[in-house]
């Protein structure tokens, strides 16, 4: 098993497609952190000019600690998209994260203790109102600053009542979940509704030994649960890393629409006894082999041989 990232460079890749104003209250949650050692990678999935023009305007201040990867717009390809993220990444811990999702301060400060060998990491998150989304998108307002104490005095019209994951915002303070990787003996974590793809930490070498993400989920989720799986095949368990890591998710309209679920893909590979995604990571580096990372992963690889 790989080590954590310590005080190594922690690449964090977020997904996004056709929300620039999320993205950048993103940006602003993310680079408020404490900790100076990581990098942003906006994995762009067929947006248009208007989000490349938010990754400018946050590159002019923060350089190269955050880049931007983009791929055409052919359908739901979160699995192909996250891939091409990890592909950008230089760090050897990946933190994947969903566009709509802010982090809280002191989020990357867990995730270093969590990421211990032997783990990956999942975490929890709380539902902001329509109107609270739309008063941190509009004015600004940090919600990701905000203390334990001010999420317990959250009122109704600040949350979404039917997704609390614990009834109250009291998940950011779960006195009795103490399912930390490092304490000795704890259960397992299993997100609430399977739902893993908010937030998913693993190492390098882990990732890279499972493939990635399965290039075949082309429709509406499960590719985070489907490497779930597989990692977990390979000896991992899931860790949650504390409250610090509750990620605060905006508001939206429903996007599934009419997409045919991906769950036959997640049960297929349930039944299955593989570990490596049969068409992930080391598939579309091959296809992508301009990047250097790409060039690396193939080379890494002793259990095929991409054409």
Request: one cysteine or more; a neutral charge.
């Amino acid at each position: 098993m790989s080590s954590g990232p310590g005080t190594g460079l922690v690449s964090v890749v977020v997904v996004t497609y056709e929300w620039p104003e999320a993205l950048d209250v993103v940006l602003r949650a993310l680079f408020e952190q404490d900790d100076p050692s990581f990098e942003v990678v906006v994995a762009d999935d067929g947006s248009g000019p208007a989000t490349a023009d938010v990754v400018s305007r946050w590159q002019e201040s923060v350089g190269e600690r955050l880049r931007h990867v983009w791929q055409p717009d052919q359908g739901w390809r979160q699995g192909r998209n996250r891939n091409l993220g990890a592909l950008e990444a230089r760090g050897d811990y990946l933190v994947f994260l969903d566009g709509d999702c802010l982090v809280r301060r002191g989020f990357l400060r867990s995730v270093r203790r969590g990421a211990l060998p032997g783990w990956f990491l999942a975490g929890k998150r709380l539902h902001l109102s329509e109107r609270l989304s739309r008063r941190v998108i509009d004015e600004g307002v940090p919600v990701w600053r905000w203390s334990t104490a001010r999420w317990l005095l959250a009122t109704p019209r600040e949350l979404v009542g039917s997704h609390r994951e614990a009834g109250r915002p009291g998940v950011l303070i779960p006195i009795r979940d103490r399912r930390r990787p490092w304490r000795e003996g704890q259960p397992e974590f299993f997100p609430p509704f399977a739902a893993y793809g908010y937030f998913f930490g693993v190492s390098r070498p882990d990732f890279e030994r499972a493939n990635g993400f399965d290039l075949r989920f082309e429709s509406w989720g499960g590719e985070d649960e489907d490497l779930a799986v597989r990692l977990r095949r390979l000896g991992l368990r899931c860790g949650w890393p504390g409250p610090s890591a509750t990620l605060l998710h905006l508001w939206h309209p429903p996007r599934k629409g009419e997409m045919p679920s991906n769950r036959p893909l997640v049960e297929q590979t349930e039944r299955a006894d593989h570990v490596e995604a049969p068409e992930g990571l080391r598939e579309l580096a091959a296809a992508l082999g301009g990047y250097e990372s790409a060039n690396r992963v193939v080379s890494s690889s002793s259990s095929s041989d991409p054409a």
